[in-house]
């Protein structure tokens, strides 16, 4: 049973920046697929961005592409989630997941929130205007 604490949300203004961590419990950054997700007030969990446990490929949603960036240190067994410019519409909970999965598929499959089993607890991050 793999978990995941999230931390390092926050109030930004926006334009400015916020890295977001993941801990997780076991050797598992480095030999799962790590991901964040987000969800804000009355809307639909959303893809933020992945990054692939096999060659360490990066995927992100198109709305954080060129600003937000995953990162993982295997030693420490985290994930970070580096978002810069930050715009109001950033704010949500972030939620990081983890998917056990060797099996490499299209790139669809890894913005499902069904396709990862671990979830983090989630972090808030507010961006004011």
């Known amino acids: 049973q793999v978990q995941l604490v999230d931390s390092g949300g926050g109030l930004a203004q926006a334009g400015g920046s916020l890295r977001l961590s993941c801990a997780a419990s076991e050797d598992s950054v480095s030999n799962y697929n790590m991901g964040w997700f987000r969800q804000a007030p009355g809307k639909d969990r959303e893809f933020v961005g992945t990054?692939?446990?096999?060659?360490?490929?990066?995927l992100y949603a198109d709305s954080v592409k060129g600003r937000f960036s995953i990162s993982r240190d295997n030693a420490k067994n985290t994930v970070y989630l580096q978002m810069n410019s930050l715009k109001p519409e950033d704010a949500a909970v972030y939620y990081c997941?983890?998917?056990?999965?060797?099996?490499?598929?299209?790139?669809?499959?890894?913005?499902?929130?069904?396709?990862?089993?671990?979830w983090g607890q989630g972090t808030q991050v507010t961006v004011s205007s």
């Open positions: 990054i692939k446990w096999s060659s360490s490929t990066t």
């Open positions: 997941v983890a998917d056990p999965t060797k099996i490499s598929y299209s790139d669809i499959y890894y913005t499902r929130s069904s396709s990862y089993y671990y």
